[in-house]
């Protein structure tokens, strides 16, 4: 995989040697690549967009889910998986369910991980549908993934939590060499639209705008209304993906059993150790995982900023959060 790696990241150093620079919050830089600011070198890069481009092949059957970074990709695998698979691991009552001892981003892989595989354990997946995730913006995926109609899920967050997240995940994950950020040049960063798979707004702007289109095919979600009511956007999600539960499913409290098992308090003690890469520790992706953070964070003035910036931006667009 390493070797893969390398490859994979000279056939394309030309091209990112052309592109705009900017500073960078976990690398030192991000690129500019179709409208979006991209890591290199990394598992989720510049590179791995040039490279799904290339080499990556959907089926029509195939269930993607979409978020920017930090808007709660974590617990959406988790929710997707525990409802398409539920048939698994019923028997027990989950007791033997991968979810309880191993990290969401092992059960659903991002299709940006897969592509330095030897053998992509996409190509021989047995299981149908497959389940991807991406960071991916909708202007920058694959033809074969737009021209093969299959199902996506667009989760978004407010921006201001989406940020603040963001702030921490950087510290956590940067090089030691590099120092810490300051909150007040990431804030820069952020409203610049300077961040991974940034800017923000233009994110969750392409993604809204074709799940208006095409309503049966993208099912655009926020992070704060499934924190209002998670077991209501269970059934949602297990409508839109053609699992719905049955009368007997729904009396058995088949769906508050998936809710619980994808719960923060449940998924962060099961990875409070180990790492999922080195230098990824499991415990990083689960902070808070409240709604409103933020506030104990950005000043008045930046919170002020970050609004104008979202009512300029998403202007007579209607995503709640
Ligand atoms: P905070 O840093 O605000 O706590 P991502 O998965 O896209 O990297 O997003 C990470 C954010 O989702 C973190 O937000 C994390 O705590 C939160 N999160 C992780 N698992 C969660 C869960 N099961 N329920 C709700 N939020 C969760």
């Known amino acids: 995989e390493k070797t893969n790696m390398a490859l994979i990241f000279n056939k394309y150093n030309d091209r990112i040697a052309t592109l705009p620079?900017?500073?960078?919050?976990?690398?030192?830089?991000?690129?500019?690549?179709?409208?979006?600011?991209h890591q290199s070198k990394r598992r989720i890069s510049v590179e791995t967009v040039m490279a799904v481009h290339d080499t990556f092949k959907a089926r029509p059957t195939d269930i993607y889910l979409a978020t920017l970074p930090k808007s709660g990709t974590t617990w959406l695998k988790a929710l997707v998986f525990a409802i398409v698979n539920r048939n698994r691991y019923k028997h027990n009552s989950f007791s033997t369910h991968p979810l309880l001892n191993s990290n969401p981003h092992n059960c659903l892989p991002f299709i940006e991980t897969e592509v330095f595989r030897n053998t992509p354990t996409y190509e021989n997946d047995p299981h149908s549908p497959r389940l991807f995730a991406t960071h991916i913006p909708y202007t920058s995926l694959p033809r074969s993934i737009l021209d093969s109609g299959c199902r996506m899920v667009y989760l978004?967050?407010?921006p201001k939590d989406v940020f603040v997240s963001m702030f921490h995940f950087a510290n956590k994950l940067r090089d030691k060499s590099r120092g810490s950020m300051r909150f007040v040049e990431a804030f820069e960063l952020f409203s610049k639209g300077v961040m991974p798979t940034g800017p923000y707004w233009d994110h969750v702007k392409s993604y809204h705008n074709v799940s208006l289109e095409h309503p049966t095919?993208?099912?655009?979600?926020?992070?704060?209304?499934?924190k209002i009511?998670?077991?209501?956007?269970?059934?949602r999600l297990s409508?839109?993906?053609?699992?719905?539960?049955?009368?007997?499913?729904?009396?058995d409290g088949a769906?508050?059993?998936?809710v619980r098992l994808c719960s923060f308090e449940n998924l962060s003690k099961v990875n409070k150790h180990g790492n999922l890469r080195?230098?990824?520790?499991?415990?990083?992706?689960?902070?808070?995982?409240?709604?409103?953070?933020?506030?104990?964070?950005?000043?008045?003035?930046m919170s002020e900023i970050l609004d104008q910036i979202t009512e300029e931006k998403f202007h007579g667009l209607h995503i709640s959060f």
């Open 156 to 158: 978004c967050r407010n």
């Open 239 to 251: 409508m839109f993906l053609g699992y719905p539960f049955t009368e007997a499913e729904e009396t």
């Open 229 to 235: 009511d998670t077991a209501t956007h269970v059934k």
């Open 21 to 37: 620079k900017e500073k960078g919050w976990i690398t030192e830089n991000l690129y500019m690549y179709q409208g979006f600011w």
């Open 255 to 258: 769906v508050q059993e998936i």
């Open 278 to 301: 080195e230098g990824i520790p499991n415990d990083a992706f689960f902070r808070e995982g409240t709604v409103g953070d933020w506030s104990n964070h950005l000043t008045s003035e």
């Open 217 to 226: 095919k993208i099912l655009f979600l926020s992070y704060d209304d499934m």
